[in-house]
């Protein structure tokens, strides 16, 4: 039986099955995709692509769905090593033009991840064409998701479009990272309070990232956790500590930096998204 949404439920398993299908489908390249959410989900739209960044944006008759991308290949996580470690990009920035009127609304203190806000200020004219075409054409509930970095712009554009008077319904992200600060966070507590779940699998370092110091970290998570897994013996967690004790005396060292990213390759199969679908339908 193929997953269906249903708008008056809140973080149910039904309404993850289904976006997290989207999510696994968005990894799909044009012509392969738009059949194939057809098909799985019965929504008809289109994959848009900017550089590295795609999101697919369809419907059915009573929904809207907004599905990005995370890193290009999915089986891999060897692209997000500069995004969540090592990149200047990673650093929290109060975004400026067009994005920093949109997000000043956040607050003062509230910074975000400068490289996630850059390929969402890639993709946002295109996307935020189709999410308006749809939404004129029909008033539909708009769900966002996305895995692994798809995630976290699917959490930044949920802001921007409610500040463009474009209300999100619910926001459903995979393994996601940290967007920004605990003054962003608390900003996303109190707009979207009730309407992002954040599903994690404890093995999957993703969610811990970024930082750019083991020791101390400015990032922070929003909104509510749905954990598909709960203390394994080799949780992300335990083994960041780890590191984290050989990163006491200073900041990320190149060494610490390989150690950290070796053990994140080698438990890659928790980021996966087959893995947060088998653990959602399972």
Not at 103 to 132: C, E, S, Y
């Amino acid at each position: 039986m193929a997953p269906t949404l249903t708008a008056t439920a809140s973080g149910s398993p039904a309404n993850a099955s289904f976006l997290g299908t989207a999510c696994d489908l968005a990894y799909l390249n044009d012509p392969d995709a738009t059949p194939a959410f057809m098909e799985k989900l019965g929504l008809d739209g289109k994959l848009i692509s900017v550089g590295n960044t795609q999101v697919f944006v369809g419907c059915d008759a009573e929904n809207i769905v907004a599905a990005f991308r995370g890193t290009e290949s999915p089986t891999t996580i060897d692209g997000l090593k500069d995004w969540l470690l090592t990149n200047a990009t990673n650093f929290l920035v109060l975004p400026e033009g067009d994005l920093g009127t949109d997000f000043a609304a956040a607050g003062v203190g509230a910074r975000f991840h400068q490289g996630f806000l850059t390929a969402l200020g890639m993709i946002w004219d295109p996307f935020f064409a189709a999410v308006t075409a749809l939404r004129d054409e029909k008033k539909r509930p708009i769900w966002l998701t996305g895995h692994s970095l798809g995630g976290a712009l699917a959490v930044l554009a949920a802001w921007r479009l409610e500040r463009k008077f474009i209300q999100v319904h619910q926001v459903y992200t995979f393994g996601a990272p940290m967007v920004g600060n605990a003054e962003a966070a608390e900003a996303y507590t109190k707009e979207f309070d009730g309407r992002i779940f954040r599903y994690v699998d404890d093995r999957d370092f993703i969610p811990l990232l970024p930082t750019i110091s083991l020791v101390a970290n400015s990032y922070t998570h929003c909104l509510r956790e749905m954990p598909v897994s709960q203390g394994s013996a080799d949780s992300a967690q335990a083994l960041l500590q780890q590191m984290a004790a050989k990163a006491a005396e200073g900041a990320l060292t190149p060494t610490v930096i390989d150690e950290l990213w070796a053990a994140m390759q080698a438990g890659i199969g928790a980021h996966l998204m087959g893995n947060y679908l088998s653990r959602l339908t399972g």
